[in-house]
């Protein structure tokens, strides 16, 4: 049955229902976040992707939730946060299914299931958050219901490529590597149970005085953020002095301009710029965005190197990422107790020392080194520093200004953060993507048997047989296509009799290369990682403020 609003004339007070909706909405949220990360490799070899567009798999997830975040939590205050919840997970429904029943020839439709699903998530990260907030009145119940959301963050981001993994072993009609689809499978479902039960248990709360939208700042920042976000990633294909990575690059600075001449003008803008003209609180946005991309920007280049390149299965994948994410668990308990101990701005430090030891020793290891091992402890090492650093990241940015501008500040580090993330698969996949790709050609230009040879491979589905021809052809586009899909096709296939034949001249050169290539996207996380610990312990002062406890959690394990 359906829990109606608490009377106006009385405090709404947060029921079981609805705690129960928003832990459950948010985990959906945060398993939707993270699926794509141990299926890439399938990804890749069913849908012959690109290596950029397998970047965008990612990235159209995480700009709709970066973007479209704050906007929403506006949304919810205006016409009802119980909606807004079951609709966000409804999108996450639809994005999912629409994932499911991808065609083998149709990654469009799988990227805008995954804009469907970033739109669902944008609506739940701040909604779920802000019906708890409606419904606590006092330090203690709320930090009792945001540990609650916290844990069901954390624990989603834990267990979702696990799922992902092992849904990834059953069989599929669609042949070896289809059966990626099943964990966008399980997402739409489990997205459905968190709209049934939003719409039958949860209240509903709004709190519409004094909140509006801002229209013109939401448009021109979308646009400066995709316009980068496109140049970034397209440059590794279409080349950095292409017309349209030109233009992506001027319109995201024009754009850019025009968000910041509108938030100076209009009442209630996305961000209050003036903060910007604190100087701890500047330090801590730049902080905040460096270390998020060297953060996700590890874990997706993690992705990429054991699923993509060493060709791991989903379900091996997922202990790499076991490792990264399990310390968020561990840590779960102790983390806000740090914060408390020692002055916010030295935990923020270690964490991301953490970070970039972690990347570092990753950088330095080939993946000719197959072993699942050998990557195992910096991941931990990395996936502590992470819980150490996103704790104290809000705490050290709510502290740089006036508490009467707490919950200000607490929403622009939110969207920082989130940017920074974003920008961790595109700018770590066009260094590693734009590296590999020049040494492949330099090598295919300096050795003429090589160049000779994937002439003759072009050239032979025109000489197998009309049966063959199909699955030919196939091969050849992929190699065509970049880097990943040079990886992809193997050297030898079985020709008559079973025996061994040579097939693709480009498998050997490509892994070294991408092998390399990654190594230096792990190397650029590893530099700012540790640029932004430096910053921190120089430049961030202040112990937590008496209430400031609370405000980590809501930025746990993202």
């Not at 709404?12 to 948010?26: D, I, P, Y």
């Not at 429904?93 to 944008?122: D, K, M, R, W, Y």
């Not at 496109?230 to 690059?249: E, L, M, T």
């Not at 090598?443 to 160049?451: G, H, I």
Request: net charge positive; glycine share 10%; hydrophobic share 50%.
């Amino acid at each position: 049955m359906t829990e109606s609003t608490a009377p106006s004339s009385a405090p709404l007070k947060l029921s079981r229902g609805t705690l129960f909706a928003a832990a459950g909405a948010v985990a959906v949220a945060q398993i939707g976040l993270s699926i794509p990360a141990v299926i890439n490799g399938y990804i890749n070899q069913d849908l012959h992707t690109s290596s950029t567009t397998l970047t965008w798999v990612s990235d159209a997830f995480l700009v709709p939730v970066t973007l479209l975040e704050l906007s929403f939590g506006v949304i919810g205050d205006l016409f009802g946060r119980k909606r807004l919840l079951a609709v966000g997970a409804a999108l996450m429904a639809v994005g999912g299914l629409l994932g499911f029943f991808t065609p083998s020839n149709g990654v469009g439709l799988l990227l805008t299931s995954q804009v469907i699903s970033g739109i669902g998530a944008a609506a739940l990260f701040p909604t779920s958050v802000a019906m708890l907030a409606a419904g606590t009145h006092s330090v203690r119940d709320r930090a009792h219901s945001i540990s609650i959301w916290a844990a069901a963050l954390t624990g989603a981001g834990f267990i979702s490529p696990v799922l992902a993994g092992l849904l990834a072993r059953i069989h599929h009609s669609g042949g070896q590597y289809a059966s990626w689809r099943y964990a966008f499978l399980a997402m739409a479902i489990l997205a459905a149970i968190s709209c049934v039960i939003t719409l039958l248990c949860a209240q509903d709360s709004s709190a519409p005085q004094g909140r509006s939208l801002d229209w013109p700042g939401q448009t021109t920042i979308a646009i400066s953020l995709f316009a980068l976000l496109y140049a970034v990633i397209q440059g590794a294909d279409d080349g950095w002095g292409s017309g349209r990575v030109v233009s992506g690059f001027v319109l995201a600075v024009v754009f850019m301009a025009l968000f910041v001449v509108i938030e100076r003008r209009v009442d209630r803008p996305l961000i209050r710029l003036d903060l910007f003209s604190n100087r701890l609180f500047t330090i801590s946005a730049i902080v905040t965005v460096i270390g998020m991309f060297a953060y996700l920007g590890t874990a997706y280049d993690t992705s990429i190197r054991l699923s993509a390149i060493q060709g791991y299965t989903p379900l091996k994948t997922s202990i790499g990422f076991f490792c990264l994410n399990v310390m968020g668990v561990v840590l779960f308990p102790v983390s806000t107790r740090l914060i408390e101990r020692f002055r916010p701005g030295i935990v923020l430090a270690a964490g991301m020392a953490m970070i970039g030891i972690g990347d570092l020793i990753l950088a330095a290891i080939p993946a000719t080194n197959l072993s699942i091992g050998a990557v195992a402890v910096p991941l931990l090492v990395v996936g502590a520093g992470f819980k150490v650093a996103v704790t104290s990241i809000t705490v050290v940015a709510v502290n740089s200004v006036p508490t009467s501008k707490a919950g200000m500040v607490s929403g622009a580090t939110s969207m920082l953060r989130d940017g920074g993330l974003t920008l961790g698969p595109a700018i770590v996949g066009a260094i590693a993507l734009t590296s590999a790709a020049n040494a492949i050609n330099a090598k295919v230009a300096s050795t003429p048997s090589l160049k000779s040879a994937l002439t003759g491979f072009y050239g032979s589905p025109q000489h197998v047989p009309p049966a063959e021809r199909p699955a030919v052809q196939a091969a050849v586009a992929a190699v065509k296509s970049g880097p990943l899909g040079q990886n992809g096709v193997p050297a030898e296939v079985p020709g008559p009799g079973g025996k061994l034949i040579p097939f693709n001249p480009l498998k050997d050169v490509a892994f070294h290369a991408l092998s390399h290539g990654y190594a230096l996207g792990y190397l650029t996380c590893g530099i700012a990682a540790l640029a932004s610990a430096v910053i921190a312990a120089t430049l961030l002062r202040g112990r937590p403020s008496q209430d400031a406890f609370v405000e980590p959690e809501l930025a746990d394990a993202r």
